[in-house]
């Protein structure tokens, strides 16, 4: 008889034990980030855009924390989501471009040096998918991957559909049949809800890097007639453009409020943001070039360049009754915190024996005074874009380029394979980089020029070799 009540304790004590840790399994927040593409700054209306309408994405703003100095990790596409999925600069990862062969670079002489090619995305980092996965999340993405060699089943995603490159009359991996009329955004949508509804009882993260607002401008005609009859404002005024933007926010809004009628909002950290910024251009004057078809105004460029424009980009997170609503937060950040900062949240470690660059900012979520101390954050970019040769002089759309950001300064050094010219900012004064300091601070440009090739350094930074080719006598 005893040996029986003892048997029945051991039992008792054997249940409670998995009921406490399936009750733990379950407090653990569900993750959802939404990654837009190519969608800038001022791209909507809760970032001060007066033309594109994003109440949906407005409503998170309001019901939680937005960041006014939010940075992309790298300044276009597929750098900035090695980056984010690594938690590793792109100089560390090896991911430095979107191509190694880029299509207008076909004057292979007017380059003073050779640009160092794309490594293979590494198999043995742990990415952010594979860290939660090993933590007890179910994985999924659907959307742009953008990362090679590989998929997103390769790297911790449990469920996945990737396709980028048209909104209309797409094709995905894994293959599926799509109807005539399908808008790219609403596909994703729908299989990220279904995933959604799927594990609603288990911890989630769900990464949706929708391919909007990027090129091709496709949109739905109805709402393109809409802008049609809006006035232009500030900048931005292309009507397709503006009707992309309303399709993002109504893909945020299906996510929102799927999350909302499965009362899973209290228990579900939800980011908004970008992976650059929007293409655009300024004239020297500040003010924007005619063939933009947006503005990031009042920041200077956009996508390619690695002015403000072409970096800081919108940053948003919910979390119901976890993050205060309406709060705005100045505070630096970047795409390459977003891997601790949602280990953090999750309660999980850093992956043994791997780097992380970036800095968990979930005390700026939780406590809206809370100052960050003050550290480098660093963009690495060793790409050149198109030349010609004008008057005799070769001109180049940009060339390799990195930035140093620390505190209110901003320093950028342009170089082949040695240094070209450095330019210095201050952007709590000049956010529209304006006013180059460098002249006038020698001493800040060089204190923040060595902190920049430290971290060249660490991050084993490839940088571009001269070119046996170079010859702008070429043609002659």
């Known amino acids: 008889m005893r040996t029986f009540i003892r048997f029945c304790i051991v039992i008792v004590f054997f249940i409670a034990a998995i009921s406490c840790s399936a009750q733990k399994e379950k407090t653990k927040p569900n993750i959802v980030l939404i990654f837009a593409d190519d969608l800038g700054w001022t791209g909507l209306s809760s970032f001060g855009s007066k033309y594109y309408e994003t109440p949906n994405i407005d409503k998170l703003a309001e019901g939680g924390m937005k960041f006014t100095q939010g940075y992309a990790a790298a300044t276009v596409c597929a750098p900035?989501?090695?980056?984010?999925?690594?938690?590793?600069?792109?100089?560390?990862?090896?991911?430095?471009r979107v191509s190694d062969v880029p299509k207008?670079?076909?004057?292979?002489?007017?380059?003073?040096?050779?640009?160092?090619?794309?490594?293979?995305?590494?198999?043995?980092?742990?990415?952010?998918?594979?860290?939660?996965?090993?933590?007890?999340?179910?994985?999924?993405?659907?959307?742009?991957?953008?990362?090679?060699?590989?998929?997103?089943?390769d790297h911790g995603f449990d469920h996945w559909i990737e396709s980028a490159g048209k909104h209309f009359n797409f094709h995905t991996s894994p293959e599926y049949e799509i109807p005539d009329g399908t808008y790219l955004t609403d596909f994703m949508a729908d299989h990220a809800i279904e995933f959604i509804k799927d594990y609603k009882d288990?911890?989630?993260?769900?990464?949706?890097?929708?391919?909007?607002?990027?090129?091709?401008?496709?949109a739905k005609q109805k709402l393109i007639e809409k802008y049609e009859k809006k006035k232009p404002v500030e900048g931005h005024h292309d009507p397709t453009y503006?009707?992309?933007?309303?399709?993002?926010?109504?893909?945020?809004?299906?996510?929102?409020?799927?999350?909302?009628?499965?009362?899973?909002?209290?228990?579900t950290l939800i980011v908004f943001t970008s992976d650059n910024g929007a293409m655009a251009r300024t004239n020297p004057n500040?003010?924007?070039?005619?063939?933009?078809?947006?503005?990031?105004?009042?920041?200077?460029?956009?996508?390619?360049?690695?002015?403000?424009?072409?970096?800081?980009?919108?940053?948003?997170?919910?979390?119901?009754?976890?993050?205060?609503?309406?709060?705005?937060?100045?505070?630096?950040?970047?795409?390459?915190?977003?891997?601790?900062?949602?280990?953090?949240?999750?309660?999980?470690?850093?992956?043994?024996?791997?780097?992380?660059?970036?800095t968990s900012i979930a005390k700026c979520l939780f406590d809206p005074?809370?100052?960050?101390?003050?550290?480098?954050?660093?963009?690495?970019?060793?790409?050149?874009?198109?030349?010609?040769?004008?008057?005799?002089?070769?001109h180049y759309a940009y060339i390799p380029?990195?930035?140093?950001?620390?505190?209110?300064?901003?320093?950028?050094?342009?170089?082949?394979?040695?240094?070209?010219?450095?330019?210095?900012?201050?952007?709590?004064?000049?956010?529209?980089?304006?006013?180059?300091?460098?002249?006038?601070?020698?001493?800040?440009?060089?204190?923040?020029?060595?902190?920049?090739?430290?971290?060249?350094?660490?991050?084993?930074?490839?940088?571009?070799?001269?070119n046996p080719e170079y010859n702008p006598e070429h043609k002659k």
Do not use: C
């Not at 980056?83 to 560390?92: A, D, K, P, V």
């Not at 503006?242 to 228990?267: K, Q």
């Not at 005074?369 to 790409?383: A, I, Q, S």
């Open 104 to 153: 207008r670079i076909n004057k292979p002489w007017l380059y003073k040096t050779i640009q160092p090619g794309n490594l293979p995305f590494p198999e043995d980092i742990t990415t952010m998918a594979e860290a939660l996965k090993q933590g007890g999340y179910e994985t999924a993405m659907f959307g742009k991957w953008h990362l090679k060699p590989g998929m997103p089943g």
């Open 242 to 267: 503006a009707a992309m933007t309303e399709s993002l926010d109504f893909t945020v809004g299906r996510i929102f409020n799927t999350l909302d009628s499965l009362g899973l909002l209290d228990n």
């Open 202 to 218: 288990k911890p989630f993260f769900l990464y949706l890097p929708d391919f909007l607002v990027h090129k091709p401008h496709e």
């Open 80 to 96: 900035s989501r090695a980056t984010l999925i690594s938690g590793q600069y792109n100089s560390r990862n090896g991911t430095l």
């Open 369 to 394: 005074g809370y100052k960050m101390p003050e550290r480098p954050l660093f963009w690495h970019y060793p790409n050149y874009g198109p030349a010609s040769l004008r008057n005799g002089e070769v």
């Open 286 to 358: 500040g003010t924007i070039k005619k063939n933009s078809y947006t503005s990031n105004l009042p920041l200077r460029d956009g996508k390619g360049l690695m002015y403000e424009g072409g970096l800081r980009v919108p940053y948003i997170f919910y979390w119901k009754g976890k993050i205060k609503p309406g709060t705005v937060n100045e505070n630096p950040v970047a795409g390459v915190d977003l891997y601790p900062t949602f280990l953090d949240v999750a309660g999980l470690p850093k992956p043994k024996g791997q780097v992380l660059d970036g």
């Open 401 to 466: 380029t990195d930035v140093l950001r620390l505190g209110d300064y901003k320093l950028i050094e342009f170089y082949h394979d040695k240094i070209d010219h450095v330019e210095l900012y201050n952007l709590k004064g000049d956010i529209g980089e304006q006013h180059d300091l460098s002249k006038e601070m020698p001493e800040k440009a060089k204190e923040m020029q060595e902190i920049l090739h430290r971290l060249q350094k660490e991050s084993n930074a490839r940088m571009p070799v001269p």
